[in-house]
């Protein structure tokens, strides 16, 4: 199951010098995608509990379009084990002029992760409805 999420990073989102976005946008946004994810694999938002791995790939500006991908790799009882990788969709441009962006013919990942989030066996609804309510 994989889920996606697309959206453009603001000026309010830019924490560094040259509107250079905080790679905790990026953690935000995978949770997110888990949310979502946990929401359509067990109808229950469900918890994230640990990244196994986070790497920082390329910088993200405020003004750049990104999409966050999940996929949930392993399930456990409880636990959903996922992996995550953002990418740039579409560049600002403020080198060119103020409003200037271009499509990346080429999307380039800027982040990538892996994690557990676990959703607790008595809010695991969908699986519960699917056996009958056992």
Do not use: W
């Amino acid at each position: 199951m994989k889920a996606l999420i697309r959206i453009r990073i603001s000026a309010h989102d830019s924490h560094y010098g040259g509107n250079l976005v905080d790679g905790a946008k990026m953690l935000q946004l995978f949770g997110d995608v888990a949310t979502e994810l946990l929401i359509r694999s067990d109808g229950d938002e469900g918890l994230f509990v640990a990244y196994d791995n986070v790497e920082f790939v390329g910088p993200v500006y405020a003004g750049d379009y990104i999409e966050a991908i999940g996929e949930i790799q392993k399930v456990g009882n409880t636990s959903r084990n996922m992996t995550f990788a953002a990418y740039k969709v579409i560049q600002a441009r403020p080198d060119l002029n103020d409003s200037a962006a271009e499509v990346l013919e080429v999307p380039q990942l800027v982040c990538k992760a892996s994690g557990t989030c676990v959703v607790p066996k008595g809010k695991q609804r969908l699986k519960q409805e699917a056996q009958g309510g056992q």
